[in-house]
């Protein structure tokens, strides 16, 4: 489990759903690339800020990943958004981190259905579903725990 946060939202998530797997939350500024050879499953995730870019750190992050070996990894995205105020890039970063390394031969779980949630455009959406799991903690906080567990229904078996 890989965050990055600058408020702090992310990474009450992320612990909270590493709690729920019995793992560990990590931020990024901490990633290191023996940390990505040594796990066969990373769930990744971000804030989204700007015109829908991922949080800071992750910048460095990507980095990191973009020059490890993926392929055969198993790779699960989550991330954070305000799908009032940033309507048009609701959980951008989701689709930032995505994009920089769809291509490492890396196998992606967890896409989630558009129904249920209230935007109007978003690069984490691919194919008619965002390639995460998208929280808003601002608009929509009551409705995380039960995302988070539908969520995780459907990725740990593939973990």
Avoid: H
């Amino acid at each position: 489990m890989i965050y990055g946060s600058s408020t702090g939202t992310c990474e009450s998530i992320a612990e909270k759903i590493a709690s729920r797997l019995g793992c560990q939350a990590l931020n990024v500024q901490d990633l290191t690339a023996s940390i990505i050879a040594d796990n066969q499953n990373l769930i990744l995730g971000t804030s989204t800020w700007g015109a829908g870019e991922i949080q800071d750190d992750w910048y460095d992050g990507l980095k990191i990943l973009r020059n490890a070996d993926l392929s055969g990894k198993t790779i699960a995205l989550f991330g954070c958004g305000d799908c009032s105020s940033y309507s048009d890039t609701f959980v951008g970063g989701i689709g930032e981190l995505y994009n920089n390394i769809k291509d490492s031969g890396a196998n992606f779980i967890g896409s989630v259905d558009t129904d249920g949630y209230s935007f109007d455009a978003s690069d984490a959406v691919i194919d008619g579903k965002f390639i995460g799991l998208p929280l808003d903690e601002i608009n929509e906080e009551s409705l995380t725990d039960s995302r988070i567990d539908a969520w995780l229904a459907a990725v740990t078996p593939k973990l």
